[in-house]
């Protein structure tokens, strides 16, 4: 949010500044070929502008669907580990509960009930919760060969739940580059500058430009909230990890 209003300042001052130029320069700096010239350079510049965020927007969502695909896959997963769990008998029902802890922590740590709660990234990235479910696991002493053997798929499921889970925390480390970031609110600075230059000094122009920035620096928050998943405002749903927890321990 901090970025996109500093971005929204940035372009909407930009569009001030091209219609304080506009008022000052005199007329055949604003009229004629001059005009044309400007008209030709913002035409670049937009065709740049929309090129880059159409691009961002498109790989910020792949981000965020990647994120939701990846908590499906580890939210059957889960489900799955807990049938195995119910059939190798009633000596695994710790394990299921522990199971079922290890799951309702991580849902109370990225969506917690009280909204106003900061999500922690490190704190995610801390938590023992699953290598003590896997502890508990190995801890089990099967007594025949079909208890050993869902002991065994049991352990291979519990690894893949693990591996994406760090999965999901690498995908969080994602950051959009602050170079490219400053290019490009630089290209949009120049852009509704060139709007201002081109443009007569109303109300109606000034909201109007007004309204533009701020769907612009929009498009820049979107973007780097969708490359966020796990935390921020626009975040992967949780529902994969509700329905896995409703269905542990039936």
Same mark, same amino acid.
């Given at each position: ?23 000052? !320069? @005199? ?12 008209? !030709?350079? *913002? ?13 961002? #927007? ?9 994120? /939701? ?35 309702? %922590?991580?849902? /109370?740590?990225?969506? @917690? ?9 490190? &704190? ?13 696991? &190995?801890?089990?002493? @099967? ?31 994602? &950051? !959009?580059? *602050? ?14 500058? %060139? ?5 007569? %000094? ?8 007004? #309204?533009?920035? #701020? ?11 969708? /490359?966020? @998943?796990?935390? %921020?405002?626009?975040? #992967? ?6 329905? &896995? ?6």
């Amino acid at each position: 949010m901090t970025i996109a209003c500093i971005a929204f300042v940035f372009i909407f001052c930009g569009a001030l500044v091209g219609l304080l130029l506009r008022a000052a !320069l @005199p007329d055949h700096h604003t009229t004629g070929e001059a005009r044309d010239t400007v008209k !030709l350079g *913002t035409g670049l510049i937009a065709t740049l502008a929309a090129m880059v965020l159409g691009l961002l #927007v498109s790989s910020a969502k792949g981000t965020l669907d990647a994120m /939701n695909t990846e908590l499906m896959q580890t939210g059957a997963k889960i489900i799955m580990l807990d049938r195995v769990l119910a059939k190798y008998g009633p000596e695994s029902k710790d394990v299921r509960e522990k199971l079922r802890g290890s799951v309702a %922590g991580t849902i /109370n740590r990225i969506w @917690p009930e009280d909204k106003s709660k900061n999500v922690s990234l490190r &704190a995610i990235e801390t938590s023992s919760a699953l290598e003590q479910f896997q502890d508990k696991l &190995a801890g089990l002493s @099967p007594r025949s060969d079909i208890q050993r053997q869902l002991q065994s798929q049991a352990q291979q499921i519990a690894t893949e739940i693990a591996q994406s889970r760090w999965i999901l925390i690498e995908q969080t480390q994602q &950051a !959009l580059p *602050t170079a490219f970031l400053v290019v490009l609110v630089f290209w949009l600075t120049i852009l509704f500058a %060139g709007f201002g230059l081109q443009s007569p %000094g109303n109300a109606t122009v000034i909201a109007v430009l007004f #309204v533009c920035a #701020v769907s612009v620096s929009g498009a820049v928050f979107l973007i780097l909230e969708m /490359n966020t @998943p796990l935390t %921020g405002i626009i975040k #992967v749903s949780s529902a994969p990890l509700q329905k &896995a927890l409703e269905n542990i321990g039936r």
